[in-house]
């Protein structure tokens, strides 16, 4: 989503590291690109403005003028104002005393109310709630026959007492009010703590709309009112969320389609505008592609900074405690690790996600942005199911593997021998690295992850590690070699001449070039003659 704008404020950085001091003009002209940056992504220039004005006036102040390193010093200012403009501090949903919790969802059509309420039921559920989902769409055709099929691939009840309409043609007859009221007293009688009313949309902000928004949330009296907004709208965020705050006054946003490839003005944008807390991102179209909103990561994120600890949430939630124990002693002791403990950690990976978009949480991968768009996810599966091909003794025991067992191998997985020799080099890599981290050493270098190539300029920065004497020894030691070995030749040669001075002996059956063993079998070379006066001198 925020591509674009990383790139280009990543650039614009990159131009003041080499600058011991900053001038106005300097924080001018840095200035100037941010702004045009921004515009670029779509935010809203009363943003822009606000947010380019505080940059500004910081970075003339005695806290850049005074600082050693006033290049790192501007783009924390601007880490701290993009946090700002993000809503400052995250917020978690608010939970109501007495249960059952009540949330509303309000949104134009086609900005992914449905679904993001299977999401948001499925993030409660997790967390030990029990959600109760309510059809209260019934507007938009088959909109109840898409909740109830999220709600059950979430594991979560929809209460839908009435089915909506099934085509444009056909008039909606319902009242999504005693719909919404309706819901509420189920979840009251079956004990649900917490309800999600999904409500209707329209394709554009009008009375209608705004009528039945403000009529369901009298009836109801919900704790939370979530606006959910396209996060790929760009400019037309601003008027839309103000339009939804005069008519249904809502609490907080959550923004859906932040996985999408528009420039992400709406993100930068609702939240300042309208004093209202981004509570909730949806981040794919998977119903786990679902996150709290935090303003301080997603500024990292921005800034090309990583996400790390939203990538540590992930893997607790992913990983086993008790395997992840025993793997952690597996790499103390570097032995035993087998292609069973691989296997188990390419699965526990899969549970995290997508593979680009971990990587992408990762400080400075933007750089490497080009190589991690290349990254096939279906490696993953080709590497599964490799090892899935192989028989339990062999993934305990790989050093069995031999030519014919690996083209077995290949051929049960659907691959080539190729792939199933690579894998297993790269499988005896990693096995060395478990060895000498157990013996705490560094990490060895590594190639490129699996589908991605090699990472640009990777092979430079190794040989730059090397350094330039670990080269000039390996040179001296070939010189060395070549003259013992060339000082070994000619003293053979001078020693054949003796035994030489008559015929030549024939050459012993099957050697090459006619050079034999002398038949006393003292170890002395036969040469043609005339050789020798290519060897004095």
Request: aromatic letters at 4%; a neutral charge.
């Amino acid at each position: 989503m925020f591509a674009t704008l990383s790139d280009r404020l990543t650039s614009t950085f990159k131009n003041l590291r080499t600058k011991g001091r900053l001038s106005e003009a300097d924080i001018d002209a840095t200035v100037r690109e941010i702004r045009r940056a921004l515009l670029d992504a779509d935010v809203a220039v009363p943003v822009v403005r606000e947010f380019t004005a505080a940059v500004r006036e910081r970075a003339l102040s005695a806290e850049v003028s005074g600082a050693l390193n006033p290049a790192q010093q501007v783009v924390k200012i601007v880490n701290e104002e993009l946090v700002a403009i993000l809503g400052g501090q995250h917020r978690a949903l608010r939970l109501a005393k007495t249960p059952p919790t009540v949330i509303m969802l309000a949104g134009l059509q086609g900005a992914g109310k449905t679904t993001l309420a299977g999401k948001l039921a499925l993030h409660l559920r997790g967390q030990g709630h029990t959600p109760l989902l309510v059809a209260a769409d019934l507007q938009r055709p088959n909109a109840v026959t898409q909740l109830t099929v999220v709600g059950e691939r979430a594991g979560v009840p929809v209460h839908a007492p009435h089915p909506g309409v099934a085509s444009e043609a056909e008039i909606a007859t319902g009242d999504p009010v005693a719909v919404a009221a309706s819901g509420i007293q189920e979840a009251k009688d079956r004990q649900h703590d917490v309800v999600i009313v999904d409500t209707a949309g329209r394709l554009g902000v009008d009375a209608e709309l705004m009528q039945q928004a403000a009529d369901i949330r009298a009836a109801i009296n919900p704790d939370e009112v979530l606006f959910v907004i396209d996060a790929m709208i760009g400019q037309d965020a601003v008027a839309t969320a103000s339009a939804f705050l005069d008519g249904v006054d809502f609490t907080g946003v959550v923004l859906s389609k932040l996985d999408g490839d528009a420039r992400g003005g709406a993100a930068l944008s609702v939240a300042k505008v309208t004093g209202r807390p981004i509570l909730f991102a949806s981040t794919g179209e998977k119903l786990t592609d679902f996150e709290p909103f935090y303003p301080d990561r997603m500024a990292s994120r921005i800034l090309d900074m990583g996400d790390v600890l939203s990538l540590i949430e992930q893997a607790e939630k992913a990983f086993d405690a008790d395997e992840a124990a025993a793997m952690a002693a597996k790499m103390a002791t570097g032995e035993g690790f087998s292609l069973e403990d691989f296997l188990v950690q390419m699965q526990q990976l899969r549970k995290m996600g997508s593979m680009k978009k971990m990587l992408g949480m990762l400080p400075g991968m933007g750089q490497m942005r080009e190589a991690i768009d290349n990254f096939d996810e279906r490696e993953v599966d080709r590497v599964e199911a490799i090892v899935r091909a192989m028989t339990p003794q062999e993934r305990r025991e790989p050093k069995v593997l031999n030519g014919s067992r690996r083209a077995r191998i290949a051929r049960g997985a659907g691959v080539t021998t190729s792939d199933v020799n690579q894998l297993m080099t790269r499988f005896e890599a990693a096995q060395k690295m478990m060895k000498q981290m157990g013996r705490g050493g560094g990490l060895p270098g590594m190639g490129g992850l699996p589908g991605m190539g090699s990472m640009p300029g990777a092979g430079k920065r190794a040989g730059a590690r090397q350094g330039g004497s670990k080269a000039k020894k390996n040179r001296a030691t070939a010189r060395r070699a070549s003259i013992q070995s060339m000082k070994a030749a000619k003293k053979a040669a001078l020693d054949a001449e003796q035994p030489a001075a008559g015929k030549p002996a024939p050459a012993a059956p099957g050697s090459a070039f006619g050079l034999g063993q002398a038949k006393g079998g003292d170890g002395t070379v036969d040469l043609p003659p005339d050789f020798e006066k290519f060897l004095r001198g």
